[in-house]
Nanobody, 119 residues
């Protein structure tokens, strides 16, 4: 069974920084894209950033220039460096991966990590 485990959330003041990590574990044959999504109270889950196994990144307009997604393929881990944080970045951040396990192609989600930005 494949699991994604996030870490690195917390409380930070506006203008501050946080770095999220997400490690995939289990019987993984290949990971294609990995990504970060977020869900604020009363809102739908939205894309934050994704990255292919070749390193090509895609960002939501709201985070361009402030957030950077990266990955370590040897560790099956994806990171999200968040700088110049704003109160509107407050949300639960979820990791997602498009991967092949022994059961075939799956797209698991992590349990989420809370990011709170105070003004």
């Amino acid at each position: 069974q494949v699991q994604l485990v996030e870490s690195g959330g917390g409380l930070v003041q506006a203008g501050g920084s946080l770095r999220l990590s997400c490690a995939a574990s289990g019987t993984i044959l290949r990971i294609n894209a990995m990504g970060w999504y977020r869900q604020a109270p009363g809102k739908q889950r939205e894309l934050v950033a994704t990255i292919t196994n070749g390193g090509s990144a895609n960002y939501a307009d709201s985070v361009k220039g402030r957030f950077t997604i990266s990955r370590d393929n040897a560790k099956n881990t994806v990171y999200l460096q968040m700088n110049s944080l704003k109160p509107e970045d407050t949300a639960v951040y979820y990791c997602n991966a498009d991967l092949y396990s022994w059961r075939g192609r799956v797209s698991p989600w992590g349990q989420g990590t809370q990011v709170t930005v105070s003004s």
